[in-house]
């Protein structure tokens, strides 16, 4: 034996191996191990990168998509901002330095969340537009086209977004439902950006940020047309960004599991399930990383435990595994919605 294999044998040894054993093992049985070996050397490789992604690598500042001089300052658009993770977007931006321009549907509600701002942070100004995104027309996105013309917009954070009311078959799912969620979640989503992004590309500055949902990433029985309008973000979002990586606009999809938001019906914060605040801080503080979506272009899944699930279930996981898990919680929350209904029905 040779001094290298020597030393080795040598480190082996208190895994009650020897390299010897490895030489005498039938051919095909000694090129399964080494296939092996090499399979848990590429997984635990991807998982070094996740944590590295997580804590250590930094991301790119936000500030770096605001002009310090710029004459009526840098903008940050955000629709759905006036609850949840839309509102904490607006509300952290401003205190980055960013003018916000606010987009959802309630006129109180936007003018709530601006007085907010202007009072967290003194010397930023807002912009305020209602529209309702699910119903939204052609006049709707020319006025908001309007009243976005010559702002200097650095950031934006399509936010909006819309789940179905419960778990629900597709084919039980009402049509009204079903154009509802495509009409928030896709096409607004398109709509803004388009209005937004030639600016951007003229000023050769921005960062648009896409918020996705593990229902996107890996498809969620009983939830198929939310599941859907997410997946179809994932692939628009990784075309969008490769076609304009070179012009200086970062384009991103954050890959998100449950926050603590009226939209997953959580109240309670956990390691698994951060506040929007938390959220937030550590989305903005990992722009241009990957997080947990190691290999997946443009997508960042931010939050540490979410990372850390977003990794298992895409090398871990079998997706039979997956699917029959995820159907059994969905069935669970149909249930309970049901049986909530029914108990309401008997009270009037």
Request: glycine share 8%; with cysteine; aromatic share 8%.
């Amino acid at each position: 034996m040779s001094g290298h294999l020597r030393q080795f044998d040598s480190l082996l040894q208190p895994l009650g191996l020897r390299v010897d054993d490895w030489l005498t093992l039938p051919l095909p049985l000694l090129i399964l191990a080494i296939v092996g070996g090499i399979s848990i050397l590429i997984s635990l490789c991807r998982f070094i990168r996740v944590l590295l992604n997580v804590y250590v690598v930094p991301g790119k500042p936000v500030a770096s998509f605001k002009v310090k001089n710029a004459p009526n300052g840098t903008w940050a658009v955000v629709t759905g901002a006036t609850d949840g993770i839309g509102r904490e977007f607006a509300l952290q931006l401003a205190k980055k330095g960013f003018n916000i321009f606010l987009a959802s549907r309630t006129p109180d509600k936007l003018d709530k969340v601006a007085g907010e701002i202007e009072s967290a942070s003194p010397g930023i100004k807002t912009k305020v537009q209602a529209i309702d995104f699910s119903a939204a027309d052609v006049k709707a996105y020319d006025d908001l086209k309007r009243a976005l013309s010559g702002l200097d917009i650095g950031v934006l954070i399509n936010n909006v977004g819309k789940s179905h009311d419960s778990a629900v078959y597709f084919h039980e799912t009402s049509e009204e439902e079903m154009e509802s969620i495509v009409e928030i979640n896709v096409n607004a989503t398109l709509r803004v950006t388009r209005i937004v992004l030639p600016g951007m590309i003229g000023r050769k500055r921005g960062l648009i940020l896409n918020m996705g949902s593990f229902a996107g990433a890996f498809p969620t029985p009983l939830l198929a047309t939310y599941s859907g309008s997410k997946a179809f973000l994932i692939g628009w979002t990784q075309a969008v960004a490769e076609e304009v990586r070179s012009k200086g606009v970062t384009v991103q999809l954050l890959n998100t599991y449950f926050v603590v938001s009226a939209m997953s019906k959580i109240r309670r914060p956990s390691a698994m399930v951060p506040t929007p605040k938390a959220y937030v801080a550590k989305a903005l503080a990992s722009v241009g990383k990957q997080g947990g979506a190691v290999g997946r272009l443009h997508n960042n899944t931010p939050w540490p435990a979410h990372a850390l699930l977003d990794w298992a279930i895409s090398y871990i996981v079998p997706q039979s595994v997956m699917f029959s898990q995820s159907r059994k919680m969905q069935l669970a929350i149909k249930k309970r919605a049901e049986a909530k209904k029914a108990r309401a029905a008997k009270t009037q």
